[in-house]
């Protein structure tokens, strides 16, 4: 029979308050020694919404809005994986650039900015779709107040964290972020990252690596999350490096907003 274990009135409060800060299923209840149908269908439902994610292909126009890609001039780039199941099988392919893509990138966006911004779909569409065009212009926004140049962002098809190399050895710019949607779980296939490295090069691995993750509607919102970015592009600007010497500073101290003053130049190469 379906029915939960009955709780005390009084105790009720408290669960709800603890359901509430977690999307993990937490005293769900059971069926003897199964899920309860409404719990089981919820896994069954987010199980497929996980896998959706991972095998849609994502479509500039349709899913970003035409407006929006025309606002941005976004413009789509291939990997060496031509195809969403070379992706899954060959993670290696989704890590370089098409070499053919190279004169469309350097034609179009200027090389040496302060903050270069690329879009992958990685492991979910669906984040890209859902996260991109709120994160996009508070990146821009936040840029701007410091005085930084901001190249003009492209997305990268079938990509995987390692396209950072190829960027900073194609534009040089002085900090790439790498928008990527994340590997889906049972708790939202709508997370997105943000990776971030300082002049990368060919070779470079996580240890030249920084992450910003979990952006989503219950994890970090558009508005922490570009303040988060712009702040560790200004840390690593500052200290010249990316990766394992660089600790995020977040939150701020008021103290250190305080003797911040105004917002950083632009930093160029």
């Not at 009084?10 to 359901?19: E, T, W, Y």
């Not at 971030?196 to 999350?225: C, K, Q, T």
């Not at 592009?233 to 305080?258: F, T």
Request: net charge neutral; with cysteine.
């Amino acid at each position: 029979m379906d029915s939960p274990r009955a709780i005390e009135p009084s105790a009720a409060p408290i669960l709800d308050q603890a359901r509430a800060r977690t999307p993990a299923r937490i005293l769900a209840g059971r069926a003897g020694a199964s899920y309860r149908t409404a719990t089981y269908l919820e896994l069954r439902a987010d199980h497929a919404a996980a896998r959706d994610a991972v095998n849609a292909e994502l479509d500039l126009d349709a899913d970003l809005g035409a407006e929006f890609v025309a606002e941005w001039g976004l413009f789509e780039v291939p990997t060496l994986a031509s195809t969403k199941a070379e992706f899954l099988l060959r993670p290696d392919l989704g890590r370089s650039l098409e070499p053919s893509a190279r004169p469309a990138i350097t034609a179009l966006c200027p090389a040496g900015a302060d903050i270069q911004v690329a879009i992958a779909d990685g492991l979910s569409a669906a984040a890209v779709r859902v996260q991109v065009p709120a994160l996009l212009p508070r990146i821009a926004a936040e840029a701007a107040a410091r005085g930084w140049r901001l190249g003009r962002p492209f997305f990268v098809r079938h990509g995987r964290v390692g396209v950072l190399n190829d960027i900073g050895e194609w534009l040089d710019p002085a900090v790439v972020v790498l928008l990527i949607g994340e590997r889906p779980g049972l708790a939202t296939a709508e997370s997105l990252s943000a990776y971030m490295a300082f002049r990368p090069r060919a070779g470079h691995d996580d240890s030249r690596r920084n992450l910003i993750s979990n952006i989503h509607a219950r994890g970090v919102g558009p508005d922490e999350a570009a303040a988060r970015i712009v702040r560790l592009a200004d840390q690593m600007l500052r200290q010249e490096a990316s990766g394992v010497s660089v600790k995020e500073d977040w939150p701020p101290a008021p103290a250190a907003v305080a003797k911040a003053g105004p917002a950083t130049p632009g930093i160029g190469p």
